[in-house]
């Protein structure tokens, strides 16, 4: 078979679909990938397992009019290519590919898309349901299928939209790549950048407002007191870095809080630290909390949709509000405290992941492909 995945930006397909690409390539399938390539930005990511890649200028905002350009694009390159399967992903991205492909759908194309978490959902801005519950309630009908990956919006979908809704396990975490450290590894890291005596939260994501880092950095204050040997790692990059680094410097928290930029290498990162954080607004299924989780680190989360999907309160974690930085610091301080209380939430989390990691995501994702 021919398949074509689209994204808004490439990264999207380097970070969340690789392992759905590499199953489907092995199976002998050709594999094209349209996408504004953003790699650049992204140090040391790349794209694997396609076998050709067609550059759409997508843009992320849908009131962008060189979104236009990118339909145009988009229309071209279905024109000239006949796909068995086109596989759609993230707002703009999905919506410009459903349109562009109209046609296709007529000659026998399926056209699947994947909701990385709707942006309307409980607890949603007003504004959220006005615009983009309407677009996708209408754009599910120039699709065979979407598929989601939180429960709550595989109920919302199933209930109104007309169309094929299947529910699947987020986008697969590489248990793999983070349980292959050793002991031995993780300690010569630790070593190597002076973690051994510290206690290390880590938070990853794009530097955004959603993300919300800047309440992770406020909580690092409230105890810097409390717990002399606190370090944060914040690795991502964003349009949010240089008011980050205001505040880091403002706050006198140089020494405890160190942003790493984009990383590759997160498996290191993440099985050396203590606590994974996380302080999101918004998200769909979080793999940072998968990858945490994988790793058997409890995890203190804002309570947000993604987040309840993974965070099973006073089992492998706990919620807070996402601005509260004061409750944020006061579970830190437990977990702190609490050496037992650290390991119990461990050994849950690996247990409580392993629906969510690429080996079983992938067999569902078959079955999708295959019911088509």
């Not at 086109?86 to 459903?98: A, E, F, K, Q």
């Not at 979908?157 to 349980?179: C, L, P």
């Not at 290191?268 to 909390?289: K, Q």
């Not at 309160?313 to 579970?331: H, R």
Request: aromatic share 10%.
């Amino acid at each position: 078979m021919k398949i074509l995945y689209t994204a808004t930006v490439l990264s999207h397909i380097c970070q969340f679909h690789l392992p759905h690409i590499k199953v489907l390539k092995d199976k002998g399938n050709e594999i094209h990938i349209a996408a504004r390539d953003n790699l650049s930005e992204k140090n040391g990511l790349t794209l694997k397992y396609a076998d050709k890649f067609h550059p759409v200028d997508f843009r992320r905002s849908p009131f962008d009019f060189k979104n236009l350009k990118a339909y145009k694009q988009l229309s071209a390159l279905l024109k000239k290519e006949k796909f068995d399967f086109i596989i759609c992903n993230t707002p703009v991205g999905g919506i410009l590919t459903r349109l562009a492909a109209r046609k296709s759908r007529k000659q026998g194309t399926k056209v699947i898309y994947i909701a990385h978490g709707f942006h309307f959902y409980k607890g949603a801005p007003k504004k959220n349901w006005l615009i983009y519950y309407p677009i996708e309630k209408v754009m599910a009908k120039l699709c065979d299928t979407v598929v989601t990956i939180t429960k709550e919006d595989f109920v919302l979908a199933k209930s109104k939209f007309k169309t094929q809704v299947e529910y699947i396990h987020g986008v697969g975490v590489n248990a793999q790549k983070y349980t292959a450290l050793t002991k031995e590894d993780i300690e010569a890291f630790k070593k190597q950048n002076d973690f051994q005596d510290k206690f290390v939260l880590l938070c990853t994501g794009e530097l955004n407002n959603n993300k919300n880092q800047k309440t992770v950095i406020e909580t690092v204050s409230m105890l810097k007191q409390e717990i002399p040997e606190l370090l944060l790692l914040i690795a991502g990059n964003g349009p949010c870095e240089a008011g980050l680094k205001q505040q880091i410097v403002s706050l006198g928290l140089e020494d405890r809080v160190k942003l790493l930029g984009y990383r590759t290498d997160l498996e290191y990162f993440t099985n050396s630290c203590d606590l994974v954080l996380s302080a999101s607004f918004r998200e769909g299924l979080p793999l940072n909390i998968m990858e945490a989780m994988v790793s058997g680190k409890p995890v203190i989360a804002s309570d947000n949709r993604g987040h309840r999907e993974l965070v099973f309160e006073n089992k492998t974690g706990f919620m807070v509000k996402a601005d509260d930085s004061y409750a944020f610091s006061q579970k830190i301080k437990l977990l702190y405290k609490d050496k037992k209380l650290r390991d119990d939430f461990s050994e849950n989390a690996k247990e409580a992941v392993k629906p969510f990691i690429a080996e079983n995501v992938n067999k569902e994702f078959m079955r999708i492909l295959v019911n088509e």
